[in-house]
């Protein structure tokens, strides 16, 4: 991939470029909590995006989408979001410009392995590689976690989705066999070795991103947002989920609103779970920690209601496996993949299984990949 990107950059631009790659990633437990001010789990995976950028003589940029085979051009001082995948691109130029630094007009093909729409985040990606890259190219000399801000910045401006802080994150700073801890209120963050002795990270695509996706999260933040907001009447100090309570939700959310409140039970509960899931990690208590991630899955199909019928079908269809230790969706929900903690011997067989039951029940294709934790963001020498 590296190799054919920079051949397309040589051929359009006709110069050796600047080559960047930034992964997708994957989440152990922690859903829902980054933008409550929780802790996450994620890691950086072995798939990623790769740009591949040079600077222009003039104030325009030229972009090229190797997978769509699709050009954009626009000058520097026009960029505005598109309904495109430029967007993702654009949406950090723009970040850049308005915090006052100075770039130029550039070139930029990007590539990737990452499957769009599957919950792996390859938007964050795109954003993650271009503001590498962009720093690298025009010397802005910004550290790693401004860049993470730009690069969800860019997402809540340009995509329009209010996301969390995670994804980005877990793709600049990844590293290879370590989970990270993030905390998401002070941005402190710790790497934590995965050690699955015997156990392998298996991800089920199940090939669906529907088209609720973006909208069902903005709204689910919004409903976060009142409940700390009715709690806050009560309890002034609290300032998000995280400083809240069940107690707290039971006495100021639940006369109010149910459905509010079951939400925000399960964020609640999230966190908690989070932290007992990192206990059963320290301890290499593989079987509990794999307990805790049916138990996610099932408050955010009933309570968090982010799953779908794919996802839901993938979950069941493995529980009571005496090899599948954990099982649940993935990222933001409606689609894309669950995250499953299996025994290696049993993979393939499972994999099978399931690939034969989900083509019957859904007609659709299921994809399995085997998932292996990387590094984050940085510059590929060929
Ligand atoms: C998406 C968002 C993240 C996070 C997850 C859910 O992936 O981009 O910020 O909120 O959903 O945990």
Known sequence: MLISIEKKYKELYNEKPLLVRSPGRVNIIGEHTDYNE??????????????????RADEAIHLFSVDYKEAYQVLLSEIQPTKTWATY??????QLVQRGYSIGG???????????????????????ATVFALNELFSLGIDKMEMVQIAQKAEHEYAGVMCGIMDQFASMFGKKDQLIKLDCRSLEYQYEPLRLDGYKLVLFNTNVKHSLASSEYNIRRQQCEQGVAWVKMLYPEVNSLRDISMLMLDECVLPKDTLIY????????????????CEYLEKGDIVSLGKKMFE???????????????????VDAVKGNHAVVGSRMMGGGFGGCTINIIKEGAIEEIAAMLCTEYKKVMQLDLITHVVAIGDGTAIQYL
């Open 38 to 55: 929780g802790f996450v789990l994620p890691a950086a995976i072995d798939k990623a995006i790769y740009v591949a950028v040079g600077k």
């Open 106 to 128: 550039f070139n930029l093909v990007i590539d990737g392995d990452i499957p769009i729409g599957s919950g792996l985040s390859s938007s964050a990606a795109v954003e993650c």
């Open 89 to 94: 691109i654009l949406g950090v130029v723009h």
């Open 296 to 314: 996610t899955h099932r408050g955010l199909s009933k309570e968090y209601e982010v799953s779908c019928k794919e996802l839901d079908y993938l």
């Open 262 to 277: 079951k939400r925000c039970k399960f964020v609640v509960e999230e966190i908690q779970r989070l932290l007992e899931a």
